[in-house]
């Protein structure tokens, strides 16, 4: 025989709807964010694309001006150094929402490497930054280029960053205990020992005016390890950082063609500006 229990139906209804409210709320919280989580990945793309745009044109103003108008000359460099701001914001919020697809694709890492330098190549020159390269030849590798790029511009950004005007980056790529590491060096600012262990901290920045969003060393922290690696530092105050992405052994390509000497040298001898 069944029994009704009117008060603890009750009683259950009144335990069970909190819950429920809670749930609705959650819901419709989670379908909030993924709703912005869209919005902003398709508007920083578009911000993107448009900033893309400023920059060239900037470029094309700098190149056909030739002017030596100093008013001209700290505008284009105002727009350059914002819209570099802007783009790094917008980066680091799009990899922030970016679930990786783990596509890999087969890579010569030096000119993965190379490609995403050859960006920045006006940016060093204008603060007379030198860029020294020391890559090794490695094998050709399966692996998602996306997120090595995105890993390796944030150490990038922050190289470029610690420096005011002058001193010099070096990028070496090269074998490392059956993986593969790619080091970059500046002779910037540095970081003191007690802020070495906070830095990879999720919004920790020490840039002033909003230049910083804290974001760039977790991502590139986060992305190394899905790789199953790390990132390292090493760094004296007043002296300088080298940043190293630690890969483990990635998966080399069988019977893969010799790169051709332009591959090689094509890389190596590109200057920087
Ligand atoms: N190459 C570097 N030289 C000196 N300090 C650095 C370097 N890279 C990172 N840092 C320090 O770590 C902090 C966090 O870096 P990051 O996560 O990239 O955020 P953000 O660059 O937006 O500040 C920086 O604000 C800076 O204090
Ligand atoms: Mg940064």
């Known amino acids: 025989m069944v029994t009704q229990f009117p008060i603890a139906k009750e009683k259950q209804d009144k335990l069970l709807r909190p819950d429920f ?17 869209q919005l902003s990945s398709s508007v920083a793309h578009e911000m993107r ?12 103003i700098d190149r056909a001006a030739h002017s030596s108008d100093p008013t001209i000359q700290n505008n284009l460099e ?3 150094r914002n819209v570099a701001r802007a783009r790094e914001f917008i980066d680091n919020l799009l ?5 990786s697809n783990g596509n890999t694709e087969v890579v010569n890492l030096c000119n993965v490497v190379d490609n995403l330098l050859t960006l920045f190549s006006k940016e060093l ?8 390269k020391n890559y090794r030849h490695l094998p050709l590798y399966r692996i998602d ?7 390796f511009l944030n150490l990038i ?6 420096m005011d005007r002058g001193g010099s980056i070096t990028v070496d790529v090269e074998d490392y205990h059956q993986g593969v590491r790619i080091t970059v060096t500046d002779t910037g600012c540095g970081i003191s020992p007690e802020d070495l262990d906070i830095i990879f901290d999720q919004f920790y920045t020490t840039k002033k005016n909003g230049q910083g969003t804290g974001l760039g060393l977790t991502i590139a922290r986060s992305i190394a390890r899905d790789l199953g690696g790390d990132v390292q530092v090493r760094s004296r ?12 052994r990635l998966v080399s390509v069988p019977d893969q063609p010799e790169p051709t000497t332009e591959e090689l040298t094509g890389s190596r001898e590109r200057k920087t500006g």
């Open 21 to 37: 409210d809670n749930l609705q709320n959650n819901l419709t919280q989670m379908e909030k964010m993924a709703a912005i989580g």
């Open 49 to 60: 694309n448009l900033l893309g745009m400023i920059r060239t044109a900037a470029f094309n």
């Open 78 to 80: 105002i727009i350059n």
């Open 95 to 99: 990899n922030l929402s970016r679930v």
């Open 125 to 132: 020159e204008w603060r007379e930054i030198v860029l020294k």
């Open 145 to 151: 280029r996306n997120a090595i790029q995105e890993c």
């Open 157 to 162: 950004l922050n190289a470029i960053q610690s």
């Open 237 to 248: 105050k007043g002296v300088g950082s080298s940043f190293m992405i630690c890969l483990p």
